[in-house]
């Protein structure tokens, strides 16, 4: 179906198909989906980049990004079910999409896993996240 067809769909569509909450799925589905490229991107980016050097290789790091970009997509794909049962939690398919970019920006823009002192929102698992990308 095409966007416009989701949009506005044909009555005949809708008593072939099902529910109208379907359409409204699949449209937010549509979307959505293209936001999740860019956390994905940040993510992957934020694990190679931050933390040193080291000649063993990067292999924690890539694979708490890639854990990390398999969850963003299983919650993803959950909600996706979610809202073509009710179209009023279309908000949380943006929200998980969009989410882990800013926290990828702040493992990008800041030095937080070399330093000592630790900001007041990186507070919970210093030792783990520390172990994973240094």
């Given at each position: ?5 989701l949009i ?9 198909k099902?529910p ?17 490229t ?6 992957a980016?934020a ?15 890539i694979l708490a990004?890639?854990?990390s ?20 939690l279309s908000f949380f398919l943006?929200?998980?999409a ?8 702040a493992f ?6 070399r330093?000592?002192r630790w ?11 520390r172990?994973?990308?240094s």
């Amino acid at each position: 179906l095409s966007v416009g067809e989701l949009i506005d769909p044909p009555y005949e569509l809708v008593r072939a198909k099902g529910p109208l909450s379907r359409f409204k799925s699949e449209l937010h589905s549509r979307f959505a989906t293209p936001l999740l490229t860019f956390s994905f991107v940040l993510i992957a980016l934020a694990a190679v980049l931050s933390g040193s050097f080291n000649r063993r290789g990067m292999s924690r790091r890539i694979l708490a990004a890639a854990l990390s970009i398999v969850v963003v997509q299983t919650g993803y794909m959950t909600l996706v079910g979610f809202v073509a049962r009710n179209s009023g939690l279309s908000f949380f398919l943006y929200l998980v999409a969009v989410l882990p970019a800013p926290f990828a920006f702040a493992f990008l823009s800041g030095d937080y896993l070399r330093s000592k002192r630790w900001p007041r929102r990186l507070k919970l698992w210093p030792k783990l996240i520390r172990r994973v990308f240094s």
